[in-house]
């Protein structure tokens, strides 16, 4: 297996990590479970303590089409995916254009906007350990059950690309700040929202060294300029601890935090 040095401080959307030695996945059997699968870290907090990791080589990043079907490698970035569904007119990937991620990411992950999701139009996907139906894999709010590098995902192919849906994704974005963050930090609780939560125990605005509740958005970790993984992860214990205190409600991270200390905590 070949390895290439990433700088997770550049790499990863919130701009926090170091220079790290990842395995590139090539072949379905270079995968075990002692490493980490990562997609372009869009979503995930990279900790000084992170386990050995993984991503998919570029043999992953392809779109095919074939009669009904849309098939695309797990490594494809969601802007390519966008614009090839533009210029081709397929309908149902207009959400990509304003959600960043690869595509096994964002089928992993279950990505999407309110009612529009990664799920709502996927037929099946490869992953090392073979092929699974939808009907065959448990999904739902920012979850799947998946449990194994994800190679390939096939979708229903329709015509009809809708400008129309872009423009409202847009405005449905218009209020996520643009400072750098890992997306949302907090998945929503039933029937409420994190970004009222942490505003209601006083965070909103709420800095530890470089990390900031956005005040543009509470529930985005922003990093105003070096901000570290332990200022991260004192802001996202204070909000846990103080919305239960209130609250009595468990806010889960919606990111994925990757540090050998905290992954078998329920965060
Ligand atoms: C500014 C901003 C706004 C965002 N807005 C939204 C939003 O509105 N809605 C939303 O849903 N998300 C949003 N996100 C989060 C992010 O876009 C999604 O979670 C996306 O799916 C992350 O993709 P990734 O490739 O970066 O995944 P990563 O962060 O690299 O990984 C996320 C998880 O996916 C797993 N994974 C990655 N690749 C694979 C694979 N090939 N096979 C199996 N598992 C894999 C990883 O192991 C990890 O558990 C936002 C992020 C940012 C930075």
Do not use: W
């Not at 379905?28 to 303590?49: A, E, K």
């Not at 392809?62 to 995916?81: H, M, N, Q, R």
């Not at 709420?206 to 529930?219: D, I, K, L, W, Y």
């Amino acid at each position: 297996m070949t390895t290439k040095t990433i700088d997770f401080a550049q790499y990863s959307s919130i701009k926090i990590g170091q220079k790290i030695d990842v395995m590139l996945l090539e072949e379905p059997s270079d995968f075990t479970d002692t490493y980490y699968l990562l997609g372009s870290c869009n979503n995930t907090l990279i900790g000084t303590q992170p386990p050995p990791l993984m991503l998919l080589s570029k043999k992953y990043n392809y779109i095919k089409i074939e009669d009904t079907v849309l098939t695309i490698g797990g490594a494809t970035p969601s802007g390519k995916i966008a614009s090839f569904c533009k210029k081709h007119d397929i309908a149902h990937f207009e959400l990509l254009s304003h959600l960043p991620g690869k595509l096994g990411g964002l089928v992993y992950m279950n990505a999407g906007l309110k009612e529009y999701e990664i799920f709502n139009h996927l037929l099946s996907i490869t992953t090392c350990q073979g092929t699974l139906k939808k009907e065959e894999i448990s999904y739902g709010y920012r979850f799947t059950d998946i449990n194994s590098p994800i190679l390939e995902v096939s979708f229903t192919l329709e015509k009809g690309f809708d400008k129309e849906k872009v423009a409202l994704f847009k405005k449905m974005r218009s209020n996520q700040p643009s400072t750098p963050s890992a997306g949302s930090c907090f998945k929503n609780p039933k029937g409420d929202y994190a970004g009222r939560l942490i505003e209601a125990v006083g965070l909103k605005g709420m800095r530890v060294g470089g990390m900031e509740f956005s005040t543009v958005h509470a529930n985005f970790l922003v990093n105003q300029g070096n901000g570290t993984f332990d200022d991260a992860m004192e802001l996202i214990k204070e909000a846990q601890k103080r919305v239960v205190e209130k609250f009595r409600i468990h806010l889960e991270c919606e990111i994925i935090i990757l540090d050998k200390r905290y992954m078998n905590e329920k965060l």
